[in-house]
């Protein structure tokens, strides 16, 4: 049996191993502080001819336990009554009651609950039901400024309400609709193969309601993380320390990544057992700084693999590991997938990059292992380079904006149509687009949409999506749809302006090609030094490397002195 096999093998096996829970023991899971367990049995492991009876058994339960229950178990009643009512208006039933409950029943299901939070409310200790609300405007308002919406604290009192009840109504309905939920709908239908991911180290749990079944990490978002939840990740980071008093501030750095990482790994477990490890997977981001040496990677991939696995009791880890698209990088990409162990390429911007890497995936044996093409952070340096050029060429701005926004679009449509043509395994070889922008104003006026990375790219097989733009595209009204829309081709006139970009160019050059997309110099991954001077790669190793020095020179600071 190959490691793929014994892999999904073990995989079959803990799923398997899942039963539904009794509704005693539901119960005490949620007075108990585990509730998303207690959600996650009921939504994700009961069968769907028991749900409805196990569910009213369990609200029964809670129904007279309640009044006589301290104030922390109530509120953790609440939260878990809340939390379910709004989780049968989401996505999540679509793993495993849908389609064999309807949306009437599910429907019903979250009134009865709701209903039940509204009444237990009236019976809670004092401050209790006051406690949740200002807990969820606070949470609300974090998670809206990272989207950056305009008023993140109106818009969080404003759904959050001034009761239980309202609270379940306004959060029902902003996670019923929105454009990432008509995403993961259609992927259901089977109208397209693209999956949703969070880019983001936080608020995954929401993004989850909406369909989002991937997670990113880096070390600027695991930074982010923790200054969205400071109280959590504070206590966190102090225990590491107190743990570990004589590592070395990179140890530390590694062991807080791992807790953020473990986090988002248990939040998305179950969806990665109920597809049999093809989706559920969080990708951990090795050291920035050690992109040029493979023996290091390999070395701290393999060293952190065997600790999530420690830590999930010998279970397969749903993780995926971020190498560079470096020649070394290539070189540990190839000796981590022969092991069975996934990574996630970045630092990725050409065809000349990702298809060495997508051969070396498909000669391992990882469940999945993933091609990220960073769409943002190729095109602001290719709309640069036009814009200075503009003068000298008879372009015009507008023309030189809109070309830009393409180029990512351009070189991800390319990478697609090949793997297709030479038949790689979309399974294990996952093209993502990723760095999305939103492109809005002068000069982006023609763009037949605002966000081309998302809309144009609609049927590959990962997005993900930074809570900004996922913000904006739930806001923006009469957007296209199209789950096949990497499939057309990208406007001829923006190829035509983008002929003019060296940066395209290299981008999306392959020997082999006639001149008209040929750059000056051809760069291989074996032209080590060349390949990091890349402008995009030599920005984006330099931010990633930047931030790394800053996340761990925070943890530092909470040293002891």
Same mark, same amino acid.
């Given at each position: 049996?190959?490691?793929?096999?014994?892999?999904?093998?073990?995989?079959?096996?803990? %799923?398997?191993?899942?039963?539904?829970?009794?509704? &005693?023991?539901?119960?005490?899971?949620?007075?108990?502080? +585990?509730?998303?367990?207690?959600?996650?049995?009921?939504?994700?492991?009961?069968?769907?001819?028991?749900?409805?009876?196990?569910?009213?058994?369990? %609200?029964?339960?809670?129904? !007279?336990?309640?009044?006589?229950?301290?104030?922390? +178990?109530?509120?953790?009643?609440?939260?878990?009554?809340?939390?379910?009512?709004?989780?049968?208006?989401?996505?999540?039933?679509?793993?495993?009651?849908?389609?064999?409950?309807?949306?009437?029943?599910?429907?019903?299901?979250?009134?009865?609950?709701?209903?039940?939070?509204?009444?237990?409310?009236?019976?809670?200790?004092?401050?209790?039901?006051?406690?949740?609300?200002?807990?969820? %405007?606070?949470?609300?308002?974090?998670?809206?400024?990272?989207?950056?919406?305009?008023?993140?604290? !109106?818009?969080?009192?404003?759904?959050?309400?001034?009761?239980?009840?309202?609270?379940?109504?306004?959060?029902?309905?902003?996670?019923?609709?929105? *454009?990432? %939920?008509?995403?993961?709908?259609?992927?259901?239908?089977?109208?397209?193969?693209?999956?949703?991911?969070?880019?983001?180290? !936080?608020?995954?749990?929401?993004?989850? *309601?909406?369909?989002?079944?991937?997670?990113?990490?880096?070390?600027?978002?695991? &930074?982010?993380?923790?200054?969205?939840?400071?109280?959590?990740?504070?206590?966190?980071?102090?225990?590491?320390?107190?743990?570990?008093?004589?590592?070395? &501030?990179?140890?530390?750095?590694?062991?807080?990544?791992?807790?953020?990482?473990?986090?988002?790994?248990?939040?998305?477990?179950?969806?990665?057992?109920?597809?049999?490890?093809?989706?559920?997977?969080?990708?951990?981001?090795?050291?920035?700084?050690?992109?040029? &040496?493979?023996?290091?990677?390999?070395?701290?991939?393999?060293?952190?693999?065997?600790?999530?696995?420690?830590?999930?009791?010998?279970?397969?880890?749903?993780?995926?590991?971020?190498?560079?698209?470096?020649?070394?990088?290539?070189?540990?990409?190839?000796?981590?997938?022969?092991?069975?162990?996934?990574?996630?390429?970045?630092?990725?911007?050409?065809?000349?990059?990702?298809?060495?890497?997508?051969?070396?995936?498909?000669?391992?044996?990882?469940?999945?292992? *993933?091609?990220?093409?960073?769409?943002?952070?190729?095109?602001?340096?290719?709309?640069?380079?036009?814009?200075?050029?503009?003068?000298?060429?008879?372009?015009?701005?507008?023309?030189?904006?809109?070309?830009?926004?393409?180029?990512?679009?351009?070189?991800?449509?390319?990478?697609?149509?090949?793997?297709?043509?030479?038949?790689?395994?979309?399974?294990?070889?996952?093209?993502?687009?990723?760095?999305?922008?939103?492109?809005?104003?002068?000069?982006?006026?023609?763009?037949?949409?605002?966000?081309?990375?998302?809309?144009?790219?609609?049927?590959?097989?990962?997005?993900?999506?930074?809570?900004?733009?996922?913000?904006?595209?739930?806001?923006?009204?009469?957007?296209?749809?199209?789950?096949?829309?990497?499939?057309?081709?990208?406007?001829?006139?923006?190829?035509?302006?983008?002929?003019?970009?060296?940066?395209?160019?290299?981008?999306?050059?392959?020997?082999?090609?006639?001149?008209?997309?040929?750059?000056?110099?051809?760069?291989?991954?074996?032209?080590?030094?060349?390949?990091?001077?890349?402008?995009?790669?030599?920005?984006?190793?330099? +931010?990633?490397?930047?931030?790394?020095?800053?996340?761990?020179?925070?943890?530092?600071?909470?040293?002891?002195?």
């Amino acid at each position: 049996m190959s490691i793929r096999e014994q892999l999904r093998e073990r995989i079959r096996a803990e %799923r398997a191993a899942q039963a539904p829970w009794g509704s &005693d023991r539901l119960a005490a899971a949620v007075t108990g502080g +585990e509730r998303i367990a207690a959600r996650d049995n009921l939504l994700f492991f009961t069968p769907p001819a028991e749900f409805a009876g196990r569910l009213n058994d369990l %609200r029964q339960a809670l129904a !007279a336990a309640l009044p006589a229950a301290p104030a922390a +178990e109530q509120e953790e009643v609440l939260r878990f009554l809340a939390d379910m009512a709004v989780s049968l208006h989401s996505f999540l039933p679509a793993w495993n009651l849908r389609p064999a409950l309807s949306e009437a029943q599910l429907a019903t299901e979250a009134e009865a609950t709701a209903g039940l939070a509204a009444r237990l409310a009236g019976a809670a200790k004092p401050g209790v039901v006051s406690g949740l609300l200002t807990d969820w %405007r606070a949470y609300a308002k974090a998670r809206l400024e990272a989207e950056k919406a305009a008023d993140p604290a !109106a818009m969080a009192a404003g759904l959050v309400g001034d009761s239980i009840g309202h609270y379940i109504e306004r959060m029902s309905a902003a996670v019923s609709l929105g *454009y990432l %939920r008509r995403i993961a709908e259609a992927r259901l239908r089977g109208e397209t193969i693209t999956e949703l991911g969070n880019d983001y180290a !936080a608020y995954l749990d929401y993004a989850m *309601y909406l369909g989002i079944s991937f997670e990113t990490t880096n070390p600027p978002l695991i &930074d982010l993380a923790w200054t969205a939840d400071p109280e959590r990740w504070n206590a966190v980071v102090d225990r590491i320390i107190a743990a570990n008093p004589t590592a070395d &501030d990179e140890e530390l750095a590694r062991l807080v990544t791992l807790e953020v990482v473990l986090a988002n790994m248990r939040l998305l477990r179950p969806i990665f057992l109920l597809s049999e490890g093809r989706l559920g997977l969080v990708s951990l981001q090795v050291n920035p700084k050690k992109h040029g &040496d493979a023996a290091a990677m390999i070395a701290d991939a393999t060293a952190i693999y065997a600790e999530l696995q420690r830590k999930l009791e010998g279970r397969v880890p749903n993780v995926v590991f971020k190498m560079p698209a470096t020649y070394a990088g290539l070189t540990a990409c190839g000796h981590l997938t022969k092991q069975g162990i996934g990574v996630n390429i970045t630092v990725n911007f050409g065809l000349y990059q990702e298809m060495p890497f997508a051969q070396a995936i498909a000669g391992g044996e990882a469940l999945a292992s *993933y091609l990220t093409e960073m769409n943002g952070r190729l095109a602001f340096p290719v709309r640069d380079e036009l814009l200075a050029k503009a003068a000298s060429l008879g372009l015009s701005e507008t023309q030189a904006r809109e070309a830009a926004a393409w180029s990512g679009v351009a070189i991800h449509k390319r990478l697609m149509r090949l793997l297709r043509e030479q038949g790689y395994d979309l399974e294990r070889v996952r093209p993502l687009v990723a760095s999305l922008r939103w492109y809005a104003g002068a000069g982006y006026e023609a763009l037949p949409d605002p966000c081309p990375d998302v809309i144009d790219d609609m049927g590959t097989t990962v997005i993900t999506i930074f809570p900004n733009i996922r913000h904006a595209l739930d806001a923006a009204p009469n957007l296209p749809f199209d789950g096949k829309q990497i499939e057309a081709p990208v406007p001829e006139a923006a190829l035509q302006v983008l002929e003019h970009s060296e940066v395209f160019k290299q981008g999306y050059y392959l020997p082999g090609d006639d001149a008209r997309f040929r750059p000056a110099t051809v760069l291989t991954l074996e032209d080590e030094a060349d390949n990091a001077a890349w402008l995009p790669v030599a920005a984006t190793l330099n +931010e990633f490397c930047n931030a790394y020095d800053k996340f761990v020179a925070r943890i530092a600071a909470r040293r002891p002195a």
